[in-house]
């Protein structure tokens, strides 16, 4: 069995990048797919009620939503999850995480806000570019499990709003 890598996959990117041909254990890293669904979100390919951006974040409504106000963030770099993301660029990312989860307690009067994330298909992880849910808590509310049932973007538009509106009262 091979001894595993001393180079994260995000580090074998770098190295990649300035050498300008593959790092050579590039192979052993799962790929990000640039066809998954929020990369066609963030190019503008699909549609999403977005409720925040700005230079290194969309955020948008969760169409299956685990509960009101389930909003989901991505970074605008292309990464599969944790495990990809440079460093620097998920540092520069995630004020905009923190933005989005007071913004949701405030807009939606939540008592607490939980933040989850998922890396690789065993951790349940089902889209494949990183991305943080934001679901506002309410102690007497039991989240719902993942995977549906979809949510018309009519329901969802009055909540978007009131994230929105919080994040514009600052
Ligand atoms: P995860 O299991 O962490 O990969 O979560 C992926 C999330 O993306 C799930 O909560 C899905 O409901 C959500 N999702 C999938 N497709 C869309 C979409 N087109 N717009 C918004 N949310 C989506």
């Known amino acids: 069995m091979r001894s595993p890598s001393v180079f994260p996959p995000w580090l074998r990117s770098e190295i990649s990048a300035r ?4 790092h050579p254990e590039s ?4 790929a990000y797919d640039p066809n998954n669904i929020f990369a066609k979100i963030l190019r ?9 951006e700005d230079e290194t974040a969309l955020a948008f409504m969760d169409i299956m939503p685990r509960g009101d106000g389930h909003v989901v963030v ?3 770099v292309a990464a599969r999850n944790i495990l990809d993301i440079a460093p620097a660029d998920l540092a520069r990312f995630m004020p905009a995480v923190q933005k989005v ?12 806000v939980k933040i989850e994330q998922y890396n690789e298909s065993a951790s349940g992880q089902t889209v494949y570019h ?7 808590r309410w102690a007497d509310v039991a989240l719902k499990p993942p995977g549906g049932p979809i949510v018309s973007a009519d329901v969802l538009a009055p909540i978007a709003e009131k994230i929105r509106a919080a994040i514009a009262e600052g």
């Open 74 to 76: 991505v970074p605008k």
């Open 130 to 136: 990183l991305h943080f849910h934001v679901l506002p």
């Open 19 to 22: 050498l300008g041909f593959p």
């Open 101 to 112: 989860a007071l913004a949701a307690k405030k807009g939606l009067n939540a008592e607490g």
């Open 44 to 52: 503008g390919e699909a549609p999403c009620l977005k409720v925040y």
């Open 27 to 30: 192979a052993m890293a799962q």
